[in-house]
């Protein structure tokens, strides 16, 4: 089992350092469409070493130009999601700490925000509109921080805001993992004491996963409240893991 287990670890060692390479010599010369091709790549390649399907369950239409929100799991949210459909990510700035994958979500565009610093939060906003205006998909975790599989934490509210001056719609992603059966996959959550090398072992260690994202109906900005959008994003994405992971099969 440890032989495994080290040889599952050293092909991801392997393939984060193909990608710092890649972020290094390739990306800054790169334009938006292979930027997105190299980081859809090489997310489904790093899942895969990790034993991880993805799934695209059924759901709305994928918006290609829209400020794009999710309930967040898992370090593994954001490549689920840039497997599927790459997003220009905004994330708590812990992220930025974690070893070698928080360069490589630098490198990959995504903002990083501090929290309770309301000056950043302004500058940082005004940068997501301008990207908006440009017509590339944003996306960011109104929850602030990760929840046990099933339960979504309140949305924050701020961020809304740049939907509704890019006058673009919300697109709410509802993201489960789950087991053989079915059900909440054990080796997932993310919270409270675990650290992100116990979370990556816990993932290794543990039987393959399947990650299923569900892309909902899109939510308009126009003559809405930044607090509504937050609200209506949460309930949606609330009623979707329940369709993606039904009660029957998530205990």
């Not at 089992?1 to 350092?17: D, T």
């Not at 993932?203 to 109906?217: K, N, Q, T, Y």
Request: glycine fraction near 6%; charged fraction near 20%.
């Amino acid at each position: 089992m440890k032989i495994r287990l080290a040889w599952r670890l050293a092909r991801v060692v392997v393939h984060l350092l193909e990608g710092l390479a890649t972020s290094a010599l390739v990306f800054p010369l790169a334009s938006n469409g292979l930027r997105e091709r190299l980081t859809r790549s090489w997310s489904r390649r790093l899942l895969r070493l990790c034993r991880i399907d993805v799934e695209q369950a059924p759901g709305a239409p994928v918006l290609e130009h829209a400020l794009i929100v999710a309930n967040h799991v898992s370090w593994l949210d954001i490549f689920v999601i840039n497997a599927l459909h790459p997003c220009r990510f905004v994330a708590k700035a812990e992220i930025r700490a974690w070893p070698v994958l928080g360069w490589l979500a630098a490198a990959a565009g995504t903002v990083f925000i501090a929290r309770g610093n309301r000056r950043e939060l302004r500058h940082i906003f005004k940068g997501l509109v301008e990207v908006l205006h440009k017509g590339q998909r944003v996306a960011f975790f109104p929850e602030g921080t990760t929840s046990r599989q099933g339960e979504v934490l309140p949305f924050h509210a701020n961020l809304f805001e740049a939907a509704i001056d890019a006058r673009v719609a919300v697109q709410p992603y509802a993201l489960a993992y789950v087991n053989g059966e079915g059900a909440f996959h054990p080796s997932v959550d993310y919270v409270g004491e675990t650290t992100f090398v116990d979370s990556m072992f816990k993932v290794l260690e543990g039987p393959p996963i399947r990650a299923r994202l569900a892309c909902l109906p899109p939510l308009e900005s126009a003559g809405a409240h930044r607090r509504e959008l937050a609200q209506a994003a949460q309930d949606a994405i609330t009623a979707g893991l329940k369709a993606v992971v039904p009660a029957e099969a998530g205990t």
